[in-house]
């Protein structure tokens, strides 16, 4: 194995908070297929903490500040029902009445639900991998890639498949540029609230994640038309407005940051190969879930690549027809 990656500084993982949460706040639904990557998750970044000795996984509940009753009400008629009760605690034994927090109608928790430090993690993937010498710091050059229904050569490589996991940027790939990929901008904060003492993430149409010594990531925006890597003055507007919806404190806007997520129009990863050329595959599309859903996805994508199951049909690439 050999991993090309020219280490963008601005690609997703770079920039995410990396939250995983099975539950879809909205109406209190379960994300898709929550209940197999949940548990799938702690297993994994364990095994990438023990190889990389570091830590990454930061298992934290979500407090949920509902801004309606109807939130209140969805919320609590579901903690008793069947599939939700692992994921919803019914009673919350956190105390807020002391934070400064905008508490009006009160919270509900969500358990199995952290935050993956993704950039510690690449660093610490890449070191690994360079110590190993299996890893090519460089932008691949397609013109450079030769293959036939054997093997792929680049560069005076050869291999069996080559695998591209290229998020947003797989715009550029010639091979894969037809599939509907239509990427969205998150605009985020890192704060400093030296008043707000909580060891948990809040959410409240947003997050408010927790990172130690009083910093905080708060985000993160949506925005489909601006496709640049720039932070905007409407990002930080908006980012402003949903802070100070929820606490009360002073605070300092330590960072802002963007970056571009790699999202489908239909929700789900682009995963298999080429519908021609069977040694160009691809694993992309992870969308706004690449922490929570990369692990067991992962591991479904190599089970197929070692000839063992099918990639289940939603995920596969192949479903998308059109453009070829
Ligand atoms: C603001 C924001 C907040 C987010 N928050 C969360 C969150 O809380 N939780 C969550 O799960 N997800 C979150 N996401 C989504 C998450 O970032 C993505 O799902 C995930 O990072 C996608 O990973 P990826 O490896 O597919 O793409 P990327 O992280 O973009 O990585 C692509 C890599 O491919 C390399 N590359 C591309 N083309 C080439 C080439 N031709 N040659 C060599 N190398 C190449 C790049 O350098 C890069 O290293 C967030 C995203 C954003 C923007």
Redesign the pocket.
């Known amino acids: 194995m050999l991993v090309?990656?020219?280490?963008?500084k601005k690609?997703?993982?770079?920039?995410?908070?990396?939250?995983?949460n099975p539950i879809v706040f909205k109406h209190i639904t379960k994300g898709y297929n929550a209940d197999k990557y949940s548990p799938y998750l702690g297993s994994f970044y364990k095994r990438l903490e023990n190889l990389l000795n570091t830590k990454v996984d930061y298992p934290i509940n979500i407090l949920r500040f509902f801004k309606t009753i109807e939130q209140q009400n969805d919320f609590f008629s579901k903690t008793e029902e069947e599939g939700f009760s692992q994921y919803l605690v019914s009673e919350s034994k956190s105390e807020v009445n002391n934070l400064p927090i905008k508490n009006e109608i009160g919270f509900g928790e969500v358990t199995k639900t952290g935050?993956v430090n993704?950039i510690d993690l690449?660093n610490k993937y890449r070191e690994f991998l360079l110590s190993e010498e299996l890893l090519l710091n460089?932008?691949?050059d397609?013109e450079k890639l030769e293959f036939n229904d054997e093997k792929v050569t680049y560069n005076g490589l050869t291999a069996d498949k080559v695998i591209f996991?290229?998020?947003?940027?797989?715009k550029?790939?010639p091979y894969f540029k037809y599939l509907p990929l239509v990427p969205?901008?998150?605009?985020?904060f890192t704060i400093k609230a030296k008043d707000l003492e909580v060891d948990k993430i809040l959410n409240k149409g947003f997050?408010c994640l927790p990172l130690g010594d009083n910093l905080f990531r708060v985000?993160?925006?949506f925005d489909r038309k601006d496709l640049t890597y720039s932070p905007t003055d409407e990002g930080k507007q908006d980012l402003r407005e949903r802070i100070e919806s929820l606490i009360t404190c002073d605070y300092e806007i330590v960072n802002h940051?963007?970056?571009?997520?790699?999202t489908v129009s239909d929700r789900r990863p682009l995963v298999g190969v080429h519908f021609k050329y069977e040694n160009l595959g691809l694993?992309?599309g992870?969308?706004?879930?690449?922490?929570?859903?990369?692990p067991w996805l992962a591991n479904h994508f190599a089970d197929f690549l070692e000839g063992k199951s099918e990639i289940a049909p939603e995920y596969n690439l192949q479903r998308v027809k059109k453009g070829r």
């Open positions: 090309i990656d020219n280490n963008h690609s997703a993982s770079k920039v995410a908070a990396g939250m995983y935050w993704t690449l460089k932008k691949m397609f996991c290229e998020g947003a940027f797989m550029e790939n969205t901008k998150g605009e985020l997050f985000g993160a925006t940051q963007a970056g571009i997520r790699p694993f992309n992870l969308g706004t879930k690449g922490v929570l859903i990369a």
